[in-house]
């Protein structure tokens, strides 16, 4: 049974004093899919669209395709013995409700908030049935889903390969790369869940991190120091996700 805090929650729940939040025009899209649309594609989208805000810990409603603005959403597998381990992330660059808009399902995969924020919402039929008339967003959600496979088989590729120090500096840097400042907000047993590794051997990378000036470590916080020092630290699937979504995306 899942706990309270990753019930699925209506979609109305999620948004701003339990009210959807209409789409304003006068505000700049960032989601990297949405943003370079044809003015004629986005006026298709628009009224169908609400910007909602995305709480931390939120485990998001199936259903609807979530176009990132701010923040950060994991993309985790429950294995059978109750925990679960992170395949994905996702930041503005991207959406959650890939499947579902493609006409699948979810495959037992949970999309939970990372890092709190914001996204333009749409139920996923909607969506599907603007794609005949949206040529240029379903050329983005096929090169998305591209970039999204390659980060996903390059992540089972480094938990089995890679060590904690280099899979942990490769998620902190995917998380920098997603978030606007350089601190981020997460405990050391958050961070194990996502690694899939023991609490203390995370413990351990990060005081490493810390003692060499890469990060400052506080109170359920990271602060990323030095992004060279880190991305030196890191195996080289983080720079392979990386270029392989500049290279894909607009």
Known sequence: MPTQREERLPISCLARGGEHIAVNPSEPIQNRLLAPLPPGELA??????EQIELPFRQILPIGYAYFVQRGMISLLRP???GTKVEVGVVGREGFVGLGQV???STGGIKDMVQIAGSALVMPSVALREELDRCPTLGAHLLRYGQALLIQISQTAACNGR???QERLAR???MTWDRIDGDVVPLSHEL????LGAR????????GMFKTAGLIANSQGKITILDEKGLEAAACECYRVVREEVDR???
């Open 44 to 49: 298709r989208l628009s009224p169908k669209l």
């Open 79 to 81: 294995m059978l013995d």
């Open 102 to 104: 493609l006409g699948g």
């Open 162 to 164: 890679h060590t904690v």
């Open 171 to 173: 998620w902190l840097l």
């Open 191 to 194: 961070l194990s869940m996502m």
């Open 199 to 206: 609490r203390a051997g995370v413990t351990v990378a990060l």
């Open 248 to 250: 894909l995306l607009p």
